[in-house]
């Protein structure tokens, strides 16, 4: 009887610890979800992502200065465009809120030549 109750135990612990595994790899984006449309980007994407997910209420310094970046390299339609369809096939996989993508360049003190809620939500 005593074997049967060890066997048990090991197998609920070992089930435990496959389900807190799994939980806390899915949480963690990996650069394999970002589409190859976002090259360039991952310094907008990766800093600013405790912003963008609603982690922290204003972006920090480094989050400001890659999403800088990214934005001085949108200076023509066709850069635009690829931005924007980055940041939209990118949101639900790394769990941005539209929001915060919107409220991203006024909260950096950065001035579009475009419109982000344009960009965003289409």
């Known amino acids: 009887m005593g074997e049967k ?3 048990g135990v090991v197998v609920l612990v070992m089930a435990y610890g496959l389900a807190i595994t799994t939980l806390s790899r899915a949480q963690i984006p990996s650069t394999a979800q970002v589409p190859s449309i976002c090259n360039g980007y ?3 994407l990766f800093p600013c992502q ?3 997910i609603g982690s922290l209420d204003h972006p920090t310094p480094n989050c400001c200065d890659g ?3 990214a934005f001085q390299g949108a ?3 066709e850069a635009i465009k690829k931005l924007c369809s980055c940041l939209v096939s990118v949101a639900p996989y790394l769990n941005f809120r539209h929001d915060k993508l919107v409220s991203l360049p006024p ?3 950065i001035h ?3 419109s982000m809620d344009h960009c965003i939500n289409g």
């Open 5 to 7: 109750n060890v066997c």
């Open 42 to 44: 991952q310094p907008l």
């Open 50 to 52: 405790p912003y963008l």
């Open 67 to 69: 999403a800088r970046v």
């Open 75 to 77: 200076n023509n339609g």
């Open 107 to 109: 909260a950096c003190n």
């Open 112 to 114: 579009l030549s475009f």
